[in-house]
């Protein structure tokens, strides 16, 4: 039975593998072996890049998730905060039932027929009667406020309950698609390791960065963010030692007293959209269909941005991939 196309991630492991059998089977047979190039770093890079790409958008819901996480239990500890005040009204409230059924037993309430015996008056009866009603409004007043106070904390208990047991699901899950990312960054960095060893990889910054100076509050997030050049890419990292994608445009803007959210789709939601002909340096510059990375123009063509995992933070064109949209943080 023919054998079916090998899967393209194999390629290399495969040449290596095929260029290995020939050396053998030349050796046996006393006969000269072809000679078969290692896969060159073009090659490698390109693998990389295919394999980071299918990687990065994981990376990217990984810190969406977390941010959702950070947000849950802020709201977690803000109702639990609600809890036990809302104990105590409770228990004030029925202290005060309490309170009444003992006025009531000590011969404090009074029936309507021993109202209507013990009356000497028609107006001292109305009088009475209109005292019982008082009473009788009073205690329900306080049933209902009790009744209200405690569905209001079951309902509480049932919310907090409910959310921690999905703050635990999702915990687990971040701990199996961490281990997942890992590696994944480890098997890539391996091939880097290979394709950079020769020396291959050129400058960091191949033009000047920003190439002018943008004024005001763009200018000190356009400064910040190439002074980060060199650093490495760590993922779900925002500085200062360390950054991914998202993370440096984080960085950079809080730089200009804006908040951006750790994830390049949410950053895309929260930023004015922009033309490519109206783009100035400090703008963000989206890539990919489901915008999973995120770079900063920094004027002339030219981008920063935390490209993967082993290659630091670095300038590239701003057309080498494929462009989803652009955004300007702030008020513009």
Same mark, same amino acid.
């Given at each position: 039975?023919?054998?079916?196309?090998?899967?393209?991630?194999?390629?290399?492991?495969?040449?290596?593998?095929?260029?290995?059998?020939?050396?053998?089977?030349?050796?046996?047979?006393?006969?000269?072996?072809?000679?078969?190039?290692?896969?060159?770093?073009?090659?490698?890079?390109?693998?990389?890049?295919?394999?980071?790409?299918?990687?990065?958008?994981?990376?990217?819901?990984?810190?969406?998730?977390?941010?959702?996480?950070?947000?849950?239990?802020?709201?977690?500890?803000?109702?639990?905060?609600?809890?036990?005040?809302?104990? @105590? *009204?409770? %228990? +004030?409230?029925?202290?005060?039932?309490?309170? /009444?059924?003992? =006025? $009531? &037993?000590?011969?404090?309430?009074?029936?309507?027929?021993?109202?209507?015996?013990?009356?000497?008056?028609?107006?001292?009866?109305?009088?009475?009667?209109?005292?019982?009603?008082?009473?009788?409004?009073?205690?329900?007043?306080?049933?209902?406020?009790?009744?209200?106070?405690?569905?209001?904390?079951?309902?509480?208990?049932?919310?907090?309950?409910?959310?921690?047991?999905?703050?635990?699901?999702?915990?687990?899950?971040?701990?199996?698609?961490? @281990? *997942?990312? %890992? +590696?994944?960054?480890?098997?890539?960095?391996? /091939?880097?390791? =290979? $394709? &950079?060893?020769?020396?291959?990889?050129?400058?960091?910054?191949?033009?000047?960065?920003?190439?002018?100076?943008?004024?005001?509050?763009?200018?000190?997030?356009?400064?910040?963010?190439?002074?980060?050049?060199?650093?490495?890419?760590?993922?779900?990292?925002?500085?200062?030692?360390?950054?991914?994608?998202?993370?440096?445009?984080?960085?950079?803007?809080?730089?200009?007293?804006?908040?951006?959210?750790?994830?390049?789709?949410?950053?895309?939601?929260?930023?004015?959209?922009?033309?490519?002909?109206?783009?100035?340096?400090?703008?963000?510059?989206? &890539?990919?269909?489901?915008?999973?990375?995120?770079?900063?123009?920094?004027?002339?063509?030219?981008?920063?941005?935390?490209?993967?995992?082993?290659?630091?933070?670095?300038?590239?064109?701003?057309?080498?991939?494929?462009?989803?949209?652009?955004?300007?943080?702030?008020?513009?």
């Amino acid at each position: 039975m023919p054998a079916g196309p090998r899967p393209r991630s194999f390629r290399c492991t495969t040449a290596l593998a095929a260029t290995a059998a020939v050396l053998v089977g030349a050796a046996v047979l006393g006969v000269p072996a072809p000679a078969y190039a290692e896969p060159s770093v073009t090659d490698l890079e390109r693998q990389i890049d295919r394999d980071w790409h299918r990687l990065e958008p994981l990376i990217e819901r990984h810190n969406a998730v977390r941010q959702d996480l950070a947000d849950r239990r802020r709201e977690a500890a803000a109702l639990a905060a609600r809890i036990d005040p809302l104990q @105590r *009204q409770v %228990d +004030a409230a029925m202290k005060q039932v309490s309170d /009444l059924a003992v =006025r $009531a &037993y000590k011969g404090e309430s009074f029936s309507a027929l021993n109202l209507m015996l013990s009356g000497r008056t028609p107006g001292e009866l109305v009088g009475r009667i209109e005292l019982m009603d008082r009473f009788a409004h009073r205690r329900q007043e306080d049933v209902r406020a009790v009744r209200d106070l405690r569905d209001e904390l079951a309902a509480g208990k049932t919310r907090l309950d409910r959310m921690i047991v999905q703050l635990t699901r999702a915990e687990r899950g971040l701990a199996a698609s961490r @281990r *997942q990312i %890992d +590696a994944e960054i480890d098997r890539l960095q391996k /091939l880097r390791l =290979r $394709a &950079y060893d020769s020396g291959a990889g050129g400058p960091l910054r191949p033009a000047p960065c920003p190439v002018t100076y943008p004024g005001g509050t763009a200018g000190d997030v356009v400064r910040f963010a190439c002074a980060q050049i060199g650093k490495p890419y760590v993922w779900g990292a925002e500085g200062p030692k360390a950054y991914d994608c998202s993370g440096l445009m984080l960085a950079a803007w809080a730089k200009g007293g804006v908040a951006l959210p750790h994830n390049a789709a949410r950053q895309r939601k929260v930023t004015t959209p922009v033309s490519r002909a109206d783009l100035r340096p400090g703008d963000l510059v989206f &890539y990919y269909r489901d915008v999973h990375h995120v770079g900063m123009y920094v004027g002339d063509g030219w981008v920063v941005h935390a490209a993967r995992s082993g290659v630091p933070v670095r300038m590239k064109r701003l057309g080498d991939a494929p462009i989803h949209s652009f955004g300007r943080p702030g008020k513009g």
